[in-house]
């Protein structure tokens, strides 16, 4: 575990982590298997693969369950999106924090959404807290809202998030994420104002890694794309095959079955 969680440390010191994000132990796994440094969750994804929607509607028992199932499948570094922390009391998401952390993650995405930058570094500080008394190093990627929900006029956007991951930083987050930010100039100018490595979200029209990575970007993460692209698959094969029974379509472009299942011969 503690290898874990210094080699996701590191991974955020030079180049650019891609992150696939997973949405059960299966696709975690494979995931891992296509060459992945780490692997993370997806939020949206996962909820969904449990019967809920996403915005901290998932009960904490199906998150630990899920976060216990993909330790135990993947030999890399897990990271969580742990949304708000599935609660408004500092004390309380610390300690889910730390409990994720000894269930084998080594890293936590935590959102403020459209609540206060005030009551995310009050949760920040407890997580930190918790932690260090679970004896667990958990990897604090901290993530606005500031682009994503149009939390400030465009032209001051950047000195918005800016001044929340100053007072993120100084709450105890180790990275920053700020999904919905596209343009060379805002994330140029978010690389150089802060020391934080700068997480982007995948989306239509953002540069390919290459690109980000000279831009001073340390890690990109595909969301729960992956998963609402393999919805829209299964929707248009599900339909079909209800329509009209074919077989054919459900094979035709199939993983074959033994390829899947030696994924997890060793685990």
Request: overall charge negative.
């Amino acid at each position: 575990m503690s290898d874990h969680a210094a080699t996701f440390r590191r991974l955020h010191q030079d180049g650019l982590l891609l992150l696939a994000n997973a949405w059960d132990a299966g696709s975690a796994r494979l995931i891992e298997s296509l060459g992945a440094k780490a692997v993370a969750t997806t939020s949206a994804g996962l909820a969904w693969s449990n019967g809920y929607a996403d915005g901290d509607f998932l009960p904490l028992d199906r998150l630990y369950a899920a976060v216990e199932s993909i330790a135990r499948a993947i030999r890399v570094p897990l990271t969580v999106d742990a949304e708000g922390g599935y609660s408004d009391d500092p004390a309380t998401v610390g300690a889910t924090i730390a409990r994720l952390g000894t269930l084998g993650a080594v890293g936590i995405n935590l959102e403020d959404g459209a609540g206060s930058p005030e009551a995310l570094c009050a949760k920040l500080e407890r997580i930190k807290s918790a932690c260090a008394q679970a004896g667990v190093d958990v990897f604090v990627n901290v993530r606005t809202d500031i682009y994503l929900r149009g939390l400030a006029p465009e032209g001051e956007r950047v000195a918005a998030t800016l001044a929340r991951a100053q007072r993120y930083r100084d709450a105890g987050a180790d990275g920053l994420f700020v999904p919905g930010i596209q343009q060379h100039d805002d994330i140029a100018a978010v690389v150089a104002g802060t020391p934080l490595p700068l997480n982007v979200l995948a989306r239509p029209g953002l540069p390919v890694a290459a690109e980000l990575q000279q831009w001073g970007v340390r890690r990109l993460s595909a969301g729960s794309g992956l998963s609402q692209s393999l919805y829209a698959r299964a929707a248009e094969l599900a339909s079909g095959f209800l329509r009209d029974g074919d077989s054919a379509p459900l094979s035709a472009q199939a993983m074959p079955y033994p390829q899947i299942n030696a994924l997890f011969d060793d685990r």
